[in-house]
């Protein structure tokens, strides 16, 4: 059973069982496209292999790599199931065409990601789907705009990318009920370690495994986790027909990350806070957004509902958007680069480039943001590269 006291187990060896034919103690990677069969109709394994019910005819359908790694997923997130794919967008599209028809409405973050704006503004509303971008740190904002369009979905970020607002999934998750809507959580920034939305109330979890999860900056796939059976039957039938899955080799260096994801996590949040601190004193910085700062406006729902409060890091600064990228441009340690969560620390101007796609929309984000990805390098080194790249 996943509890949270044992998450660290979890992560080593739920569906992560030594290899009955040769005892390895890793999965192996699959690398395989097809299976023999016992008979016309009849798969290799029968209901045992597969580990959903089923077993393998094909890897677009089920991987035995990919299998051990949806199993971890859903034990890590309390959930009936998990699906792996090739990418976070791929997850999140394959959610959305099962869910979603022509007609159909939801209610977004006014801060989401810049890839899940794009998803629902270029691609969604051409195909009939409307949206709405709400502030989902205010449940009475949520309810509002949930009563005046009946929303298919209400969409959460706790924390949001790249202003790391707090949204509160038990109270959202009332309002989802209510409304007879779906509550997806993008659990990205948290990871499953520091938050678990399922025991809150979600309904769907997503994630980019690329971030937190793989952690190593060398694989991109996305899941989703799911607290209902039949959805997860919905989302695996849609998962085969689409085929956006994460090959073996992906899932193989997810589940190889997944085993350190508790202890870098530690080390993420501890380095985080001490940097969120500096940066609090700093001359030159007019705001810092970090949810583990007291002076943060969702600190005590974040204390509440997270067991730390994550290594992602934005500011502004006073000198506004050219000083913005220059700074980006001194680090040393710190690689300007997109992306998030791996062990190296990352740089980065969402205005411009992570959420480049928001660019004049209501989801603009401000022109002088500076959003850190802080790694498990050594704080000092961290500290002192940000120090200098700041003009000290």
Partial sequence: MAREDCFETLAIHAGQDPDPLTGAVVPPIYQVSTYKQDGVGGLRGGNVAGGWGHGFEYSRTANPTRTALEECLAALDGGTRALAFASGMAAEDCLLRTV????DHVIIPDDAYGGTFRLFSKVYERWGVTYQPVPVSDPAAVSAAAREHTPKVIWLETPT???LNIADITALAAIAGDAGALLVVDNTFASPYLQRPIPLGADVVVHSTTKYLGGHSDVVGGALVVADAALGEQLAFHQNAMGAVTGAFDA??????????????DRHCANAARIAEM???HPAV???LYPGLPS???HELAAKQMRGFG??????????PEQAAAVCARTRLFTLAESLGGVESLIELPGKMTHASAAGSPLAVPEDLIRLSVGIES???LIEDLRQALGE
């Fill in 161 to 163: 990318n790249p202003l």
């Fill in 311 to 320: 290594g992602m890091v934005s500011f502004r600064l006073k000198a506004g």
């Fill in 296 to 298: 943060h406006r969702g």
């Fill in 100 to 103: 979603c028809s022509p007609g």
């Fill in 286 to 288: 007019s705001q810092v």
């Fill in 279 to 281: 940066l609090t004193a």
């Fill in 252 to 265: 193989w260096l997810t589940l190889r990350g997944i085993k350190t994801l508790a202890v870098r996590m």
């Fill in 379 to 381: 704080a000092g080194d």
